[in-house]
């Protein structure tokens, strides 16, 4: 299990300078809708004004900078956000992009902070790249305080697939790795992506191993005709 998990931490070292380029050119922007609605409800969720915030598998500190704004915009007073990622290449990138930032290299299944000392935790389209899931989902209920919520972005693997999955799913294997090997020059990293959604669990399958972890589902969302989900949990 380790080497797996080395390998992708290295995979994503060497991708790293040119990671938020090619985010920018496969996705265009897509996403930043999500992530802004995903901030949102999170803090309409817990409505209190001191909050600790923990984004893990940070990468490049996208996320962390949309907590930020998000912050700012709805009047929430973020004490702190703290960026966990395994990758020191990915962090580098973040730290440029985020020179007040505060980081710390570490692995999902390991965090090191203090138990109940968060009260939100994230991971935005990270959690398929953690190989030991389980004892991640166990680090994140530990590091939240009673009520805390956990907010997951990810693309997850659908029962039925309609005609935008089946494009969606054209784009990711046949056309995603070929822009993405050109811009990276790692084409093995980006064959290796679309993989890992189609290695991923379903939505509902992961609702079911965040209650089994005490942090019930409150709030889904799926985007892009279910190819892409957000779910909101909150610590029991």
Known sequence: MDNKQDAIIHMFNDIAKTYDTTNRVMSMG????WRKEA???????????????????????????????????????????VGIDPSEGMLKEAMQKIPHGIFKIAKADNIPLESCSQDIVSIAYGLRNVVQRDAALHEFYRILRPHGVLVILEFTTLNKHNLFSKLMQFYTKKILPIVGG???????????????????????????????????TIFAKSYSANVSSLLIAQKV
């Open 30 to 33: 897509i996403d930043i809708s």
């Open 182 to 216: 050109l811009i990276s020059h790692n084409f093995k990293a980006y064959r290796y992506l679309p993989d890992s959604i189609d290695n991923f669990i379903t939505r509902e399958a992961l609702e079911a191993e965040l209650l089994a972890h005490n942090m019930p």
């Open 39 to 81: 901030c949102k409800e999170a803090f309409r969720i817990l409505n209190k004004q001191m909050i600790n915030i923990a984004d893990i598998a940070c990468g490049t500190g996208d996320m962390m900078l949309h907590w930020e704004q998000a912050g700012k915009d709805l009047h929430f007073n973020v004490q702190s956000i």
